[in-house]
């Protein structure tokens, strides 16, 4: 199907089965906020585990935090935010549209007019008021980006479980940036999810860091379903590295208006941390007993959007084939991301029926998440478990008295295999085992 019809389907796919909404619809909408709905909520809480246990959970060297999102302007006049987090802002003197200069190549997307305004430094940061008073005291801002609370945080962290460099520290969070032209379904909004990871290393393995971080993320999307067609790495060129970064490479999936951000893996020297402890006039440095060395860690920073992430596993798991002469959506998600991992489908709404079946329900979701379906046809029930992504299926039937045991249905070749209840949790686990 062509891009702009499978962008089209997608967002009404989510609409319709409670992936995402148009956040306050009723009112008319909030321009460029979006609301999770029951489906979505569960694949974004897939994605951001997975995430969690590929690089905490799985690693001796990294550990997790949660660090506030309203914030006090020292940190990001420190970092640099404050001076440096913009974007050049122009406007349309024909229809009073504003643009991101460097995105809309000298004409108004919206009028077609080349009349536009000097270029101006907007900057993304969301200003506050903490209290019951509105003055420069009680300025606070929304952080625009969770690496700061990290970097903030780090002696804490260091002392309190005696880590030693190189070791690392994790965050899963929303961040707020006021974007001037969010767009492109939940690409690009100005409230978002970030998973992030500051690993902080002594300054001689930086390089080799870097490439580590660089491999290990990219295979993470590949392991969870998008083929190497749609991702690729690509290295930021001199010019438009940040004033921070020594080295960023950007993993980008081929979304439908084009190649596109996803997550990006930076070298940040040791910027932060000196630009900390000149700011609050702490020492963040780090003394090496073993070699008598002092030094500021270096930091490499893979960077992710986990919004934007959900958004890529849908795109490259979206798909419609012919069956029987009808078309059938099917979500091709990596059992990890999908809503549900399993669902029970009573063929009756029979007592005997909903009885065994509820009994298998709640055998099952104590492990796995598991979706319960008894309204319509066998066959829609079916139709509506492929789109939504559910990878097995398991039809009660009234045969199910008599031979204890159940239709076990695969979503991506439709195959039925029929198992006994005893053993369809170990069967379950046994097909799931590995991915």
Not at 56 to 66: E, F, K, M, P
Not at 145 to 151: I, K, R
Not at 289 to 306: D, F, K, L, N
Request: charged share 25%; aromatic share 12%; glycine share 6%.
């Amino acid at each position: 199907m062509a891009d702009v019809d499978l962008m089209d389907k997608l967002v009404s796919m989510c609409k319709r089965r409670g992936f995402i909404f148009p956040s306050a619809e009723i009112y008319g909408g909030f321009r460029s906020t979006y609301d999770y709905g029951p489906l979505g909520v569960a694949m974004l809480r897939n994605v951001k585990n997975a995430w969690w246990t590929s690089v905490v959970q799985r690693r001796r060297d990294v550990v997790g935090i949660d660090a506030a999102i309203l914030s006090m302007p020292k940190i990001w006049e420190s970092s640099g935010h404050l001076k440096t987090f913009t974007d050049p802002l122009v406007d349309c003197r024909s229809c009073k549209e504003r643009w991101r200069e460097d995105q809309i190549d000298g004409r108004c997307p919206n009028c077609g007019s080349t009349d536009l305004t000097e270029s101006r430094a907007f900057n993304l940061m969301f200003k506050t008021f903490v209290g019951p008073t509105e003055d420069s005291a009680s300025v606070a801002y929304l952080r625009p980006e969770t690496a700061q609370g990290m970097f903030v945080n780090y002696r804490l962290v260091q002392q309190a479980l005696r880590l030693k460099p190189p070791f690392g520290i994790a965050q899963i969070g929303k961040s707020f940036r006021n974007e001037i032209t969010p767009g492109n379904f939940v690409f690009r909004t100005r409230e978002f999810e970030q998973m992030e990871l500051e690993f902080f290393v002594p300054p001689a393995e930086a390089k080799t860091w870097h490439e580590f971080w660089i491999q290990e993320r990219y295979q993470w999307y590949l392991n969870l379903g998008i083929s190497p067609e749609k991702l690729r790495l690509r290295p930021h060129d001199p010019d438009e590295l940040s004033h921070y970064s020594a080295g960023t490479t950007d993993v980008e999936f081929l979304f439908p208006w084009g190649w596109g951000e996803l997550e990006g893996i930076a070298n940040r020297t040791d910027f932060d941390l000196s630009a900390h402890a000149t700011g609050s006039g702490e020492d963040l440095s780090y003394y090496d007993q073993a070699s008598g060395e002092r030094y500021v860690p270096y930091v490499i920073e893979p960077a992710a959007g986990a919004t934007r992430a959900m958004m890529s596993f849908l795109l490259a798991a979206y798909d419609e084939e012919e069956v029987a002469g009808e078309i059938r959506t099917v979500l091709r998600l990596h059992p990890k991301l999908a809503p549900y991992t399993v669902a029970v489908l009573p063929l009756s709404k029979k007592p005997e029926l909903q009885g065994l079946s509820e009994q298998i329900f709640h055998e099952i979701s104590a492990t796995m998440s598991v979706d319960y379906d008894d309204t319509q046809s066998i066959g829609r029930r079916y139709r509506r478990q492929d789109e939504i992504g559910t990878p097995f299926c398991l039809t009660v039937d009234f045969e199910s008295l008599n031979d204890s045991a159940v239709t076990v249905r695969d979503r991506d070749t439709m195959q039925q295999e029929r198992v006994p209840i005893v053993d369809v949790l170990a069967y379950l686990r046994g097909r799931l085992e590995g991915l």
